[in-house]
């Protein structure tokens, strides 16, 4: 796409006339000058100064201009779109000039399509909003304090956001953390006290039941389009939005709730729900919600001690038995401010979230280069097979691979998706620049740690990136029923005679057996696999990602076909590294510039 330009056109000089002409007005300015030489000459140089100012004001409010339709042109998530301004400084020799680029936008509410209006920067970068159009104010501002204000009317056109990138794990089949996994915010000890985004967690199964067992905590927010069984210590600090029943037992009190925000159950997930709960929310033990609960098609009920922090709404009953509360009132006695039951009228409005789509992640080698990549092809060069590349020498020292990525100036691509690449003893992985790996699956064991290069500039408060993308899917497919549960087509409906589970149709009258085979593709790593604090990463797979026995990573995970923490995995959330792969992605916005003109100044 070419992108708008603006240049300034300066007036033509007229014919300067004939040499006689020439001398004698000369002959006359120089008379002048005798005359009164000392205030002409600082009449001129005001004069000269103040022009040179307005101009530089002017190419200042124009580069200003660029900057901004360019850096909204050339964004993967609209959350990095620029709002409400712009900074910068003129790109010419010598030139001191500064510009501020304001930024307003207008749009609709995407699932309520309307007349555009104004929108917040809020609403510009939720992604619940569709944006058709802008308006850019510059302001230019010279040294010596000119100044020129120009705007820009453009036309945009939204594509397709790659909202899983906002998640820390995003899957669209299989969720399964256990036995000490932590999700968390960067920076924190112990999934406490940290600074950084919300590590949200995102699973779009449309069938089955997501558990949270014994010492599972996450500190962001749960989406999840099936039912949830949360038992014992496990801890969700944020938000929970479920497509099924809730079912929480055994909780650790309002001290450290189950859930830690709201709590909303959107209807009842009919192909697993077990009828002994009922419909709804169903509380027990000691377990707590640290807000409201909300029950949209159902019951809330709430046994022994459990405990909603501040109010209850139910379509269904609110009901309790021994000491269960909402808002420290007993259910049977609760007033309407805090419990709200047979609310089917208020609550006919309240859907869950629409899904998010996988995000299809493959660039070609034209697009990695035109990003400023350089790509190494393999097999391709001196290395005419995969495994010569990926050599994985038994004695741990370096081959091609790792030397590569230690040797490297410039963010590279291994481009290398047909090798299934394997690193099975106890490897050390030194990145010297921005990385990606673009394999068919990697598989990684034995104590592999990847780390900064030391003096490369990078540490673990200015973190290099890494992406890994095991591609030996392009989409997202499902080859077998991980999990064990009912098997299921893709979209996650039942089997029938003429549908498929993804490795071969289903057959009557048993549609057909769960699998427990993994996929081909996919990422795992297992036996303290480590990514350093000095590496940011992005792991990537429309298959399966599979992690155990005390892994961690600061970054992100996406795995389409099902994802594992287990024994101690620990995360830490950034989108960095997928932020850094830039146009690489694809445009989000197209920008085109409708009208532009100066308001003032110049």
């Given at each position: ?21 020439v ?7 120089l ?56 900074t910068?400084h003129?790109?010419a ?33 939720g ?37 899983a ?54 500190e ?11 038992s014992?210590?496990c ?18 009190g ?60 139910a379509?269904g ?23 709200t ?43 005419s097979?995969?495994?010569?590349y ?6 741990g ?15 590279t ?5 047909t ?52 591609t ?17 087509t ?6 029938t ?31 303290q ?57 694809g ?16």
């Open positions: 796409m070419t992108r708008p330009t603006f240049r300034v056109r300066l007036a033509e000089r007229p014919d300067e006339g004939s040499s006689m002409i001398v004698l007005v000369v002959s006359m300015l008379m002048a000058a005798v005359a009164s030489s000392a205030a002409v000459s600082t009449a001129g140089l005001s004069f000269s100064g103040s022009y040179t100012s307005s101009q530089q004001g002017a190419l200042a409010a124009q580069s200003g201009l660029n900057a901004a339709s360019a850096t909204m042109d050339d964004v993967s998530t609209v959350a990095s779109l620029p709002c409400p301004t712009l910068g003129l790109t020799s010598g030139a001191k000039s500064t510009y501020t680029v304001t930024v307003a936008y207008y749009g609709y509410q995407t699932s309520n399509p309307g007349t555009p209006a104004s929108l917040t920067c809020a609403q510009v970068h992604g619940s909003y569709t944006i058709t159009a802008g308006t850019l104010t510059s302001l230019g501002k010279a040294p010596a304090g000119m100044t020129t204000t120009m705007k820009a009317d453009v036309r945009v056109q939204q594509g397709t956001p790659l909202t990138l906002d998640y820390a794990l995003f899957t669209d089949y299989s969720l399964n953390l256990a036995n000490g996994a932590n999700i968390c915010k960067t920076g924190s000890t112990n999934c406490a006290g940290g600074t950084g985004p919300s590590p949200d967690i995102y699973d779009g199964a449309t069938s089955g039941i997501v558990t949270c067992p014994n010492g599972v905590l996450s962001g927010d749960l989406t999840i389009y099936q039912s949830l069984a949360a014992g210590a801890t969700i600090d944020g938000s929970a939005q479920i497509e099924g029943y809730v079912t929480l037992a055994n909780g650790d309002c001290s450290q709730p189950t859930i830690g925000g709201s709590l909303t159950a959107y209807g009842v997930d009919t192909n697993s729900k077990d009828s002994s709960y009922g419909d709804g929310i169903y509380m027990s033990g000691n377990t707590c919600v640290g807000k409201s609960a909300t029950a949209t098609d159902g019951n809330i009920n709430l046994v022994n001690s459990a405990a909603i922090t501040t109010s209850a709404f379509t009953t609110i009901a309790t038995a021994g000491s269960g509360s909402v808002g420290g009132h007993s259910p049977a006695v609760c007033p309407s401010s805090y419990c039951p047979g609310d089917s009228s208020g609550l006919s409005g309240d859907t869950m979230p629409p899904m998010v789509a996988w995000p299809v992640i493959d660039p070609s080698v034209a697009a990695w280069s035109a990003a400023d990549y350089n790509v190494v092809q393999i097999p391709g060069g001196a290395y097979t995969c495994s010569s990926f050599a994985n020498y038994s004695s020292a370096n081959d091609p691979f790792m030397n590569q990525i230690q040797q490297a100036t410039e963010p691509v291994i481009y290398a998706p090798c299934a690449v394997t690193y099975s003893r106890s490897h050390v992985f030194n990145l010297n620049a921005n990385i990606v790996l673009e394999v068919q699956s990697l598989t990684l064991q034995n104590s592999n740690t990847f780390q900064a290069n030391s003096g490369s500039g990078f540490s673990s408060s200015k973190p290099v990136d890494l992406s890994v993308l095991a030996a899917q392009s989409s997202c497919t499902y080859s077998g029923n991980i999990s064990g549960s009912p098997c299921t893709p979209d996650g409906s039942a089997c005679a003429t549908s498929s589970d993804g490795s071969g149709p289903c057959t009557s009258p048993t549609p057909c057996s769960p699998s427990t085979t993994p996929p081909s593709g996919g990422i795992s790593a297992a036996n696999t480590t990514f350093s604090s000095s590496v940011d990463s992005l792991l990537y797979t429309p298959d399966v990602a599979s992690w155990g026995n005390a892994p961690s990573m600061t970054g992100q995970i996406l795995a389409c076909g099902g994802i594992t923490g287990v024994n101690a995995f620990e995360l830490e959330y950034t989108n960095n590294a997928a932020a850094s792969l830039g146009s690489a992605l445009s989000l916005i197209s920008v085109t510039v409708s009208d532009r003109y100066i308001v003032s100044g110049a």
